[in-house]
């Protein structure tokens, strides 16, 4: 590699890190970095390091700082492992070459920027839509320029933090595609349910709704973008023909916003011969029409993940879950995937405030029913974990109970707050141990007694042992100290897709 600060095939080299973020063998193509790789890929030259594929990450940063003079670093982060892994190999990138311009953006920085810069180890934060306010951070910082026209950008004037308005959404089809030319897709192709070589990508960005847990309404303020359904096929394609994916997953934050999009992607990609997965809304999808439903399937698509939240309708009011959300709804989804021959996931957020154990009975009644509907249908339990949100009931409740953010990136590193990110066992001033030892016992019982069908490691003789181990637990109700299921259950290391990711 050269020495100089221009890199032969074109431009100054700019230095991209997507910090572990999962398992190893589970890795997903890193879509946040290649999307802001590609806002910079014509004039630029993005090298892009992946935690989940190298060893030590941050030598290999300053190496290759060193050996290209680039000037800066831009790292992606979500709350949990990843952040924690961001946070130490920025320190020690930090320590070894201060001059080295470190950008934040993603998740974890869009709703604390101000930590970040306090840290000492972030100088920049971009907040929401990474890529054009991520171009004119580049450029300004290349070529000159007032970093109070970059926009979207936390930044530090002296002893002040400023926070720039933000940039515009530019909407999915006037970006370029990923460059993936600087990864290696086959590095990303996994095996599951869907399929031997499952890719992924992401065809919107954002949520037209602000319900008051989730992570996104900060990020993308209710809109939503979509790229055209050409662009899903071209992409999709593109995975099929170039990169061998015989399955693919949508990690949109919702899918299935506009159905007519939706159902002529299908006819698109339906020639592909793919199985594929993707988030929606319950409310959204039952209003489907059949012959929707009929594109939908025959394209492949074989599970669809849902947000059902709460067994109550009061409780999905507080959630302002919004739309034509109801519990009934959740069941007749369920019922009709049942007939469409579609795994429908169900993510619950479970022991909200005032009262986390009433919610929590409330909800476990609910699941049974649902069960009974379909047995198929997967479930995820979270608890209720609160994000920085503008007009969350949930959070300020939450907080008059004495709930804080950590003030610190260390402290976000610290194993309790890690643990709050995986929202299985989060330590709120409000959710009390006996409380989630309720959430996870019951799930443990459920799970055995309607073993996942997408597990594709657990087989027949394990599934029906789990099965009848389960049964009288679950015929009279009694959750407590599941020790024989839990122990099975981590002995043939059962899934969760809650912590692991799907
Ligand atoms: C794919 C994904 C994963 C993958 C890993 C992705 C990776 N980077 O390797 C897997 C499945 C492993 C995973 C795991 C987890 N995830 Co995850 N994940 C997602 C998902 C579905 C898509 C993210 C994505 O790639 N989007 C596409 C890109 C293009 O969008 P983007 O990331 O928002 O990036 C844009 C901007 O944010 C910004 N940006 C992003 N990074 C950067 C960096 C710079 C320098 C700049 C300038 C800009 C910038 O610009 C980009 C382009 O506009 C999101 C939900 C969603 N749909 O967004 C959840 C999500 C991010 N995950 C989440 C969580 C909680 C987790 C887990 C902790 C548990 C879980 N499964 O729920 C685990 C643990 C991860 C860990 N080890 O730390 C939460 C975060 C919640 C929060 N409070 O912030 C989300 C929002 C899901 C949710 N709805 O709650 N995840």
């Known amino acids: 590699m050269s020495t100089s600060q221009h890199n032969s095939d074109g431009g100054p080299v700019v230095l991209l890190f997507n910090p572990v973020s999962t398992s190893p063998g589970k890795q997903r193509l890193p879509m946040s970095i290649l999307s802001i790789a590609a806002a910079i890929d014509r004039d630029y030259v993005p090298v892009i390091v992946d935690g989940n594929l190298v060893e030590d990450p941050a030598t290999l940063l300053i190496e290759r700082a060193r050996a290209t003079g680039a000037r800066l670093l831009g790292v992606t982060a979500m709350p949990g492992p990843q952040l924690r892994h961001a946070i130490a190999v920025c320190r020690k990138i930090k320590a070894e070459l201060p001059a ?16 970040c810069l ?74 599951s349910y869907l399929g031997q070589a499952v890719l992924s990508h992401h065809t919107s960005f954002g949520c037209p709704f602000a319900c008051s847990f989730c992570a996104v309404v900060k990020l993308v303020n209710q ?16 995975m099929v023909d170039r990169f061998g994916a015989d399955g693919m997953e949508f990690h949109d934050m919702d899918f299935f916003v506009s159905e007519a999009r939706a159902a002529e992607i299908a006819e698109r990609i339906a020639p592909l011969g793919i199985n594929w997965w993707a988030l ?28 059902a939240e709460s067994g109550s309708l009061e409780t999905l009011k507080i959630m302002n ?28 957020v479970m022991g909200n405030p005032p009262d986390p154990l009433a919610d929590i009975e409330n909800t476990i009644q609910f699941i049974r029913k649902l069960k009974q509907i379909n047995p198929a249908a997967e479930l995820i339990l979270y608890i209720y974990t609160p ?15 004495g709930f804080r953010f950590p003030q ?7 194993p309790e707050w890690e643990s709050f990110a995986h929202r299985r066992d989060p330590n709120t001033p409000f959710f009390k141990d006996k409380a989630r030892r309720r959430v996870r016992d019951f799930e443990a019982v459920i799970n055995a007694y309607y073993p996942t069908v997408t597990d594709i490691r657990l087989q027949g003789v394990t599934r029906s ?16 100290w599941p020790y024989e299921l839990k122990a099975l259950q981590r002995l043939v290391q059962y899934r969760r897709p809650e912590t692991m990711g799907f």
């Open 100 to 115: 080295l311009a470190i950008v934040w953006g993603g998740y974890f920085a869009t709703h604390h920027g101000q930590v």
């Open 387 to 401: 994000v920085p949100h503008d007009r969350s009931e949930l959070l300020r409740v939450a907080q008059e109970m």
């Open 118 to 191: 306090e840290s000492g180890i972030v100088d920049y934060v971009v907040e929401g839509q990474g890529e054009a306010a991520f171009r004119k951070l580049v450029d300004t910082l290349h070529y000159g320029g007032s970093l109070a026209d970059v926009p979207s950008l936390v930044w530090r004037e002296g002893a002040t933090i400023r926070v720039n308005p933000r940039a515009p959404m530019v909407p999915l089809d006037n970006l370029p595609l990923y460059p993936y030319h600087r990864i290696n897709v086959a590095d990303y192709r996994g095996k």
């Open 465 to 480: 042992l789990l099965k009848t181990l389960a049964g009288w637990r679950y015929k009279l109700g009694w959750y407590q």
């Open 280 to 307: 929606g809304r319950v409310d959204t999808l039952s209003n489907y029409s059949d012959e929707s439903w009929e594109k939908i399937t025959a394209s492949g698509c074989k599970m669809i993940f849902m947000g």
């Open 321 to 348: 879950k919004g739309g034509q959300s109801n519990p009934e709804k959740t069941l007749y989804i369920a019922d009709r995937m049942k007939h469409l021959g579609i795994v429908p996931e169900f993510s619950f």
């Open 408 to 414: 610190s990136l260390d402290e976000w590193a610290s």
């Open 223 to 238: 809109r939503w973008l979509a790229e055209s359904p050409e662009r899903v096929e071209r992409v999709t394609r593109m």
